[in-house]
């Protein structure tokens, strides 16, 4: 199915801007003054932070619901498993390219994180993606905080000296919905 329809259209956007901490949970991210505990409390020399934007697209989306409705879930399922699987693909290329830029700078990265993780509240989507500059990745956010099309993510990556990094490992067991996910 996938070869033969065009579900896929792989898009990252990302921008690196001048952070710091700020007190208080707070750190200044460019023109923006985000609540991200869990950044603002991190060791090391945070100089800056790059906010990336990654999606599928909405074909799969689209084709994923019109399974459901003719009743073929299991395939619907299945298209969405690789889905999620090609979306965490694509956001490591998005950190890929973040690293290179980082290095080149002199900086290292730190840690990586969503939001709606552990320390970083959900309801900053929308500046994520403002941070981002994700106009021409055309992901949107619902007024729940969800992101649409649903196969997208946001995030942001610690950059600068001394920084610790968090591994895929720690950022599953921190999530709320680890014990139950079939990606992991």
Known sequence: MLAREPLIAPAFIYR?????????????VGQATLHAPIIAGEPGDLLAIAAAACTLGAALQERISRLFATRRRSLALALDTIGSELLFRLTDRSVAAIRRDARRKGMDMGMEISPGDPG???????????????CPTHIAVTCAGMLAPVQSLSLLVTLGQNLRRRSAAARCKACPSGDRCTVN
Do not use: C, K, N, Y
């Open 120 to 134: 970083l509240p959900l309801d900053l989507q929308t500046a994520v993606l403002a941070l981002a500059g994700s």
């Open 16 to 28: 690196i801007h001048p952070a710091r901490i700020a007190g208080g949970g707070m750190i200044e």
